[in-house]
């Protein structure tokens, strides 16, 4: 209401592209209402809504606030006056319109679990290496992280043009072929290297599991961890690690 009369406004907008949309409260009272079938809004402003439900079918929020509250006359005035329009800016409430399923943050959490992919294809070599008895050189560790961690940047500039699941698809196989490829004159055996590339296979899936999900992604990544972590342990926990270590430090170089 503004001097003793009442203005009521209902404006329904259909919209592409947009990603924030925001109100600014100039009355001495504002009511401001938002009602919207997208599932995953962000409220910004220095105003959170008063009432809000949010639905896999879309969203309602609702703001009350008063000229005394945010001393929009005084900056009302600063702004048309003086051209100081900062603050009165930032006494607007709105919603962002996020996708947390989006290109870039499905970049993001990928670049996140890289490190953690490249570990996993250490830990890999690394019991193949204990168990069967064998010889893998630092240099030869060293270009299997680089082939490893070269699928990142890979599926970075292919999704720019292909799209993020095509991309992922192109990125995961060019890179399990070098590895495998690789691999085999490593391991010796086509048994070994296709158990290898059967466990990066399965990595490259998970990874991409994880990648689509939007409020289980952590508790998947952990699981995924966990349950490495066991397998791990169960494999090497026989193993005498001193009598290991010191027959790899009799046994001659091979590079």
Known sequence: THDGGEAL???ELS??????????????????NFKSNWPNPQF????LPDTREITASGFTASWQSTALATNITALWKACSS????????????GVTMIDPTNFYTKMTRALKYGFLFMAITFVAF?????????????????????????????????AEHVGFAMAYGLAAGACLILLT?????????????????????????????????EDAALLTGSLLIFGLLTVTMMITRNIDW??????FSKAPDVA
């Open 126 to 158: 690394i019991l193949f290496e204990v168990l069967c008895d064998l010889r893998i050189h630092p240099v030869q560790y060293t270009l299997l992280g680089v082939a490893s961690g070269i699928f990142f940047l890979l599926l970075l500039s292919l």
């Open 82 to 93: 003086n051209n100081q329009c900062s603050a009165i800016q930032d006494e607007s409430v």
């Open 15 to 32: 919209l592409i592209g947009t990603e924030l949309l925001r109100n600014l409260p100039t009355a001495e009272q504002t009511t401001v």
């Open 9 to 11: 406004a209902n404006i």
């Open 181 to 213: 490829i690789y691999a085999h004159a490593l391991l010796k055996k086509w048994k070994r290297t296709t158990s290898f590339s059967a466990v990066l296979a399965t990595l490259y899936c998970v990874l991409f599991t994880i990648l689509q999900q």
């Open 44 to 47: 910004t402003g220095t105003q």
């Open 242 to 247: 001193y009598a290991w270590q010191e027959k």
